[in-house]
């Protein structure tokens, strides 16, 4: 089984709907990442976790909001979709050592708003 | 502020020929990690290497090899005898010590053809 699923694995949906897309993990790592893919921007980071009780702000976070129901698992909602939130969506995971960090990446969402 | 460049957008090679995907990155942290990820056609994102800043040596893992250069804050990325299989966009990144974000460049995609 993957350590890292994302569900659902693709998602069409019309502007105006709230959406969620679920993250959860089994490698029992504290930290937990959302990010979105654009062709030709890389990834940036939408939101982050370092604990439960932990949520923090990424580059883009604006029309996101996210939820870390438990240690594995780490929710991005879209409250009110719109067409440029498009994008390939990827959850990641790490676990701080050595004070350094690498961080493995769910099989992603891909979403389209209409 | 940091950022990641890769000027290659896109790389046509043909089966058995090196390539090499440069990565050139900009920080003011004196310690930091280097990151390579790629990203076949199916979509997900594959952990390939994480550098740190303070170890400038070389490392090879079968075909692949990676040249860190301090000096002209590089870090780049050779395939020998490439095959069809390394078809794939490649991300370069950087995190600061201690550091909780990945900073992506924008991504190089590689063609290999038979």
């Known amino acids: 089984d993957a350590d890292v699923t994302q569900t659902p694995r693709n998602r069409i949906t019309k502007t105006g709907k709230r959406i969620m897309l679920e993250c959860s993990q089994t490698k029992g790592h504290d930290r937990m990442y959302w990010y979105r893919q654009d062709p030709g921007l890389g990834l940036r980071l939408i939101y982050y976790?370092?604990?439960?009780?932990?949520?923090n702000k990424g580059e883009i976070s604006d029309g996101y909001s996210v939820s870390r129901q438990a240690q594995a698992k780490f929710s991005l909602s879209l409250e009110s979709a719109i067409p440029n939130q498009t994008a390939l969506y990827f959850c990641?995971?790490?676990?701080?050592?050595?004070?350094?960090?690498?961080?493995?990446f769910g099989p992603g969402t891909r979403l389209l708003v209409l | 502020a940091q950022k990641v460049t890769q000027a290659q957008t896109e790389i046509s090679v043909v089966e058995k020929e090196d390539v090499t995907l440069d990565c050139v990155y900009e920080?003011?942290?004196?310690?930091?990690?280097l990151f390579w990820y790629k990203q076949p056609p199916s979509g997900e994102l594959v952990f390939l290497i994480r550098?740190?800043?303070?170890?400038?040596q070389n490392e090879i893992s079968g075909r692949y090899s990676w040249n860190f250069q301090k000096s002209t804050s590089s870090f780049n990325f050779t395939i020998t005898a490439s095959q069809v299989v390394d078809s794939a966009v490649y991300f370069c990144a950087l995190s600061a010590e201690y550091g909780n974000k990945l900073v992506f460049g924008a991504g190089t995609i590689l063609r290999v053809k038979s």
């Open positions: 990641a995971t790490s676990d701080l050592s050595w004070g350094t960090e690498t961080q493995y």
């Open positions: 920080t003011r942290d004196t310690t930091y990690y």
């Open positions: 976790s370092f604990d439960v009780k932990d949520i």
């Open positions: 550098r740190n800043s303070f170890d400038e």
